[in-house]
């Protein structure tokens, strides 16, 4: 994501790293791997009606090769199969980003001063 903040804010390596180091939570993260890789991050929160959709971040030598949309399509399914809405934020700066949500069927629903909430509305749980 250091090109969507560095493109809103800048990149300031030293604040960056203080930042992480303040805020990271591992038990808040899942670690994405392909054949013993590491590929990316995700963290979702789960609730009674939404699917939240933290961060889904995949390292740059790994995108373009489908790692988000599986992801995204996985979340999408167990939303859909649980009735819930799908929701996330992207920064404005990340257009990338924005045509695979979209591409996904999210909309969006809100827009903020750096960035746009997105939806995917649930179709209603099987019974």
Known sequence: MKESVARLWGWDEAWQQDYFRQKFDPAKRQVLQWQGQ??????????????????????????????????????????????????????????????????????????EEYKYKMQLASLPAPD
Do not use: C, M
């Not at 390292?59 to 949309?69: A, D, K, S």
């Open 38 to 111: 590491n590929v990316g991050t995700l963290s979702v929160s789960e609730e009674e009606d939404e699917l939240y959709v933290a961060l889904i971040s995949i390292l740059p030598e790994f995108q373009g090769r489908g790692w988000g949309t599986a992801v995204l399509q996985n979340l999408i399914h167990h939303a859909q199969q649980t009735g819930k809405t799908v929701t996330l934020h992207v920064l404005k700066t990340n257009p990338e980003a924005q045509k695979l949500y979209k591409r996904l069927g999210l909309q969006v629903v809100a827009e």
